[in-house]
């Protein structure tokens, strides 16, 4: 079974106890839109009305934008804007070999990806385990930004660098897909599973990566010490 706008909505709306037609008023729209919408009169609603149906219905603002991209494929006006702002960067690089390469990479995890969105226990996830998951990583990010308020009063030399340089990786990664395939990637796997052994190797290579990059950037002299 297919994930459905307009099906999810109604599960949603009956669920929230509230009239297709209070909805209709709350998001500005004609008391028959959510009706027309549930019966598959609309197809695919645009995406600032989408948002304010999922925002009516209780769902967290900082997570909508992702549901609806992932579940409906309906895309927010700033996801637009990246994706062509990687294609015109993939079009810039389409005749280096190093950049095809990486391209190719990418298309096969997509596939990769799509083809395990396409699996019947995925499709048929319910509504419940969407709030459960919300849930759940609402709670990590909390205990996320708990620990690292800690480690911020107790070792403030420390985490100055930590925190400014993981702001900037992450707020960057919107509009650096190389940012953002460097920081997934990384984060994509359990790295408390490493040895010391290989934590020290990856270490290593991290600092002989950034004294070329200082170097090929410009840099004069050593590198800031890592």
Known sequence: ??????????????????GSRELS???????????????GQIKTPDYNTAFQIMKNLGQKEDSIEDILYNFYF???PLRIEAEAEWDRQAELNAQDPEYQQHLLEMQIEAYE???????????????????????ELSTKNKEIHDEFTFYIDKKLDVFEN????????????????????????????????????????????????YKKSHSYNGGWGEPPSF
């Open 25 to 39: 008023r709350l998001i500005g729209k004609a008391e028959t839109y959510i009706s027309q919408l549930e019966r």
């Open 1 to 18: 079974m297919e994930h459905n706008f307009g099906r999810d909505v109604k599960l949603l709306r009956t669920k929230r106890k509230i």
């Open 113 to 135: 990806q799509n083809r395990y969105l396409d699996d019947e226990e995925e499709i048929n996830r319910s509504i419940d385990w969407l709030a459960d998951l919300e849930s």
């Open 162 to 209: 930590v925190i400014k340089n993981l702001h900037t990786i992450v707020l960057s990664m919107r509009k650096n897909k190389e940012n953002y395939d460097f920081f997934t990637t990384l984060f994509k796997r359990d790295l408390t599973e490493l040895n010391q052994e290989s934590k020290d190797a990856i270490i290593k290579v991290l600092k002989e990566e």
């Open 74 to 76: 309906i895309k927010s």
